[in-house]
C-alpha cells in the first residue's frame, strides 16, 4: 500500500474533464486531501470527481485562475473552521498529460527541506510525441527567456504540475484569474525569494482536446495574457530597481 503524504492537498482545476478526471484520481498516491474544483463545467464531471473521493467544491466563473483561488478560499475556510493548515498544495491538470504517481518526484525536495517550491518541468522530462505542440514549446521557451532577462529566473518551462509550501503560497497574494496563474506564481516566487527546483516530470497527450493549444483562439489567448502578465510584474520591478536583476539559481533536479 502506498505511504500517505500527511499534510498535502492537492488541489485540481476542472473543466468539463469527466473521462480523464477519474483515470486522474486512480493514479494519485494518498494525501491528506484531493480537491476537485469544478469550473462550471457542463458534463459529469463533479459526479466523477465526488465517486472518485475527492472533495468537490465549484467555481462558476470560468478561468484556471479562479479555479485555483476558489481552492485557495476552501483552504482558507477549512482553517478558519479550526482545521489545520496544510504544510504543502499540489496543483495538478485534471487532463491526464500530467503523470500523477509522480507526485513523490515534487514532493520530495519539500519534504526533505531543501525547496519552498518545486516545479514539474515537462521539458527536461519525458515527453510522448505530440504532447506539447509546437506553439507550446516555443510559448514556454520565450516566457521562460523573458523571465530569465527581467528577473535571472533560470526556469524551464511553465508547467501545471507543481508543489508550494502553502505557508509561503499564502504571501504570494495570486490574483490572476485565467491563464496568467502559473506565470504569475512562477513571478511572484523569484521576488519573494523562495527556494526554487524544477523536477524533470512524465508528459502524455492529454485526453480529449485542450482549452489552450487546442484551439487557435485559446493558444493567442494564453499568449497574449501571458505576455501581458510578464509586462505587468516587469513595470513594477522596475519602478522599485533600477538596477540589473542578478540571475536567481534555480536548483535543477535531474531524472536517474
Not at 507526485?103 to 510522448?128: H, N, Q
Not at 526556469?155 to 509550501?165: E, N, S, V, W, Y
Request: include cysteine; charged fraction near 20%.
Amino acid at each position: 500500500m502506498s505511504t500517505k503524504f500527511a499534510g498535502v492537498v492537492v488541489v485540481i482545476p476542472a473543466w468539463n474533464e469527466e473521462q480523464s478526471l477519474p483515470l486522474v484520481l486512480r493514479d494519485l498516491p494518498p494525501v491528506d486531501q484531493i480537491m476537485v474544483v469544478n469550473n462550471a463545467s457542463c458534463d459529469r464531471t463533479a459526479e466523477v470527481a465526488v465517486a472518485g473521493g475527492a472533495h468537490c467544491i465549484t467555481e462558476e466563473r470560468r478561468g484556471y485562475g479562479s479555479a485555483c483561488l476558489r481552492g485557495l478560499a476552501e483552504i482558507q475556510t477549512g482553517i478558519a473552521a479550526g482545521q489545520p493548515a496544510p504544510e504543502i498544495v499540489v496543483f495538478l491538470d485534471a487532463d491526464y498529460s500530467d503523470h500523477p504517481d509522480e507526485l513523490p518526484l515534487l514532493l520530495a525536495p519539500l519534504l526533505a527541506g531543501e525547496a519552498d517550491f518545486v516545479l514539474g518541468s515537462r521539458l527536461r522530462g519525458r515527453r510522448e510525441f505530440g504532447a506539447m505542440p509546437p506553439q507550446s514549446r516555443y510559448g514556454n521557451w520565450l516566457a521562460c527567456t523573458l523571465m530569465r532577462w527581467i528577473w535571472g529566473a533560470k526556469f524551464t518551462d511553465l508547467g501545471p504540475f507543481r508543489a508550494i509550501r502553502y505557508s509561503e503560497l499564502s504571501k504570494l497574494g495570486m490574483q490572476d484569474v485565467d491563464f496568467g496563474w502559473t506565470i504569475e506564481m512562477q513571478i511572484k516566487a523569484v521576488e519573494a525569494g523562495l527556494r526554487i527546483q524544477e523536477v524533470p516530470v512524465s508528459y502524455r497527450r492529454r485526453i480529449g482536446v485542450s482549452k489552450i493549444s487546442g484551439t487557435i483562439s485559446g493558444t493567442f489567448r494564453a499568449g497574449i495574457k501571458i505576455l501581458s502578465t510578464i509586462a505587468k510584474y516587469a513595470c513594477q520591478t522596475r519602478s522599485h530597481s533600477r538596477h540589473p536583476t542578478p540571475e536567481k539559481d534555480i536548483d535543477i533536479v535531474q531524472r536517474s
